[in-house]
Structure formats: C-alpha cells, structure tokens
T-cell receptor, first 110, second 117 residues
Framework: GQQLNQSPQSMFIQEGEDVSMNCTSS?????WLWYKQDPGEGPVLLIA?????ELTSNGRLTAQFGITRKDSFLNISASIPSDVGIYFC??????????FGSGTQLTVLP | GAGVSQSPSNKVTEKGKDVELRCDPI?????LYWYRQRLGQGLEFLIY????????KSGLPSDRFSAERTGESVSTLTIQRTQQEDSAVYLCASSFPSGSGQGGGYTFGSGTRLTVV
C-alpha cells in the first residue's frame, strides 16, 4: 500500500527556534495535509495543500506541496511551548482514505 | 453535535471478551473512518464508510474486527475475543465525501483508549 516516510521521528528544540519536518513517498499524491495531536486528543488539521508547488501559511506554520507530488514539508517559526505535540503528515492518492506518516514528536524546551 | 464524539473514552477489558466502540460523526459528514493508533505510533487505517455505499474494510486486521454504520449516523466498531495486541487508541473521524472539493480534511474524535489485560 501507499506509505509515507516522515522525519525526523522526534525533535528537541529551544523556545524561539524554527523547526522543519518533512514527508516523502514513492507514490504520487493529490493532497497533502498536516495534523497536530495533543496528548489524549485526536489529531487536528493544521494545513491542507491541494496543488503541486503550493505554499501555504497558517500563522507561524508554513507548508509546501512538493513539485513532484511525492513530498511535503512543514515549518514552524519562533516555536512556543504550546507547539509541543506530535505532528503527522497525511495524504491521499488513489485510495479514498488518508494515509498517515508515523509522526514527529516535538518537544520545546524553555 | 459540534464535533466527533467517541465513547467510551477509556475501556479496560479482559482478554477474550468482546468490546464495542461508538462514534457519533459531525452532522452532514457523510464519510466516516476508523483508525487505530498503537502507543507511540502513527495512525493505521481500519475501515471507511461513505453514505450508503459498501464500506472499505481493507484495513481491518482480522475477522475479529467489524464495524457497522446506519445511514450517515452513528458507527460502532466491534472487536471480538480481544487480544492484548488490540490495546491501542481507536480514533474515529468524519468528513465531507472524498473528492467533494470540501477540503479532504478529517475531523477526529478524541478516541477510545482500549486496554486488554
């Protein structure tokens, strides 16, 4: 089946630093989505991307849909303590349901 | 309701017992999905419902797992003869139909944490 390779698996950063994470796949996808999951909660949609090359921002978050349609990255600028959580990329290609990456656990140190 | 509601939020069961997990989707969302999330891992697709179409059961890990949905409302995920490896958080999500142009993003519930002892 379709698989997404998400990296890094975990990150420890200082408050105020920028952070970047990415997802790649051997398959072509039509949609890239980025979710954040807080402890004990379900994932919440952060950014959705629908076109190759698309660059979208949501506050301090910026994500891009790779031009090859096989990758995407998420950047967080000027991190704050509430950015802590697990970030998942997700995508859909031929399948109707979303395929999720394995997640990036982000820890923000004061 | 305003969001996707799942119950119970936590369930501890003895190995070999059956369990039923419930999901109330957002009104108007015709698509409903079940995912499983093992500790420290990503989301594993289980099953997908879209309106009155036949569900996509391709993600169900064994015949001990089944799910039902009546129309475009509540869904139940049933696990029979539970095993310890079934311990996980079971997440339900709903959305507008895939390909409807409504965004493709899901709204997730908070999940049911299942522990099989």
């Amino acid at each position: 089946g379709q698989q997404l390779n998400q990296s890094p698996q975990s990150m420890f950063i200082q408050e105020g630093e920028d952070v970047s994470m990415n997802c790649t796949s051997s398959s072509i996808f039509n949609t890239w989505l980025w979710y954040k999951q807080d402890p004990g909660e379900g994932p919440v949609l952060l950014i959705a991307l629908y076109k190759a090359g698309e660059l979208t921002s949501n506050g301090r978050l910026t994500a891009q849909f790779g031009i090859t349609r096989k990758d995407s990255f998420l950047n967080i600028s000027a991190s704050i303590p509430s950015d802590v959580g697990i970030y998942f990329c997700a995508s859909s290609g031929s399948a109707r349901q979303l395929t999720f990456g394995s997640g990036t656990q982000l820890t923000v140190l004061p | 309701g305003a969001g996707v509601s799942q119950s119970p939020s936590n369930k501890v069961t003895e190995k070999g017992k059956d369990v039923e997990l419930r999901c109330d989707p957002i009104s108007g969302h015709t698509a409903l999905y079940w995912y499983r999330q093992r500790l420290g891992q990503g989301l594993e697709f289980l099953i997908y419902f879209q309106g009155n179409s036949a569900p996509d059961k391709s993600g169900l890990p064994s015949d001990r797992f089944s799910a039902e949905r009546t129309g475009e409302s509540v869904s139940t995920l049933t696990i029979q003869r539970t095993q310890q490896e079934d311990s996980a958080v079971y997440l339900c999500a709903s959305s507008f139909p895939s390909g409807s142009g409504q965004g493709g993003g899901y709204t997730f519930g908070s999940g049911t944490r299942l522990t099989v002892v």
